[in-house]
């Protein structure tokens, strides 16, 4: 009698979980996007591409923040790379397409002027996909309803490589 109570403990639990393994699950279901994309779709423009770091450039200590578009000049040829961009404007549709009007070779070379976006790791990351299916993941460093900030690294020819941040405005 003792021994009873346990096995028909264990079928419980047996029976329990074939229960649970049994019932259909709905996969159809796509997991809502978050508010994020709301923020993040539609048309922007470029307001100007900054140092997200302190950096020395010249033998000068330049502060974070401080513009790459006005530092150009000084730059030679690889500061004409970022004066195209000035006039830059980004379209990220609800349909997750994206299409930019200006250059791009130098600020984005991989993503290019179109392909798809996404938000991934935790909506942290804004992932660009160009045409051919190359990823080029950018940081976002902040957004909201007029503003759009992502971080991007740049190799500037004959200077260095710099982390920036592409500063976008609605």
Sequence with gaps: MRNSIPVKALALLAAGQLLMASCKKSQDAAPDKSAKYGLVAGNWQQKDIVFAVPVKLGGQNIP?????????????????????????????????????????????????????????VHDAVFLLTNQKGNNDP??????????????????????????LVLKLKK
């Design 138 to 163: 950018h940081w976002i460093e902040n957004v909201s309803d007029s503003t759009l900030d992502l971080s991007i690294t740049v190799t500037i020819p004959g200077v260095a490589t710099a982390p």
């Design 64 to 120: 974070a923040g401080t513009s790459i578009i006005k530092l150009a000049p000084l730059l030679g040829q690889a500061g004409a790379l970022f004066t195209c961009t000035t006039n830059n404007t980004y379209q990220f549709g609800a349909d997750g397409k994206f299409n930019i009007k200006g250059c791009t070779d130098l600020i984005l070379p991989t993503a290019g002027n179109a392909g798809t976006w996404k938000l991934d």
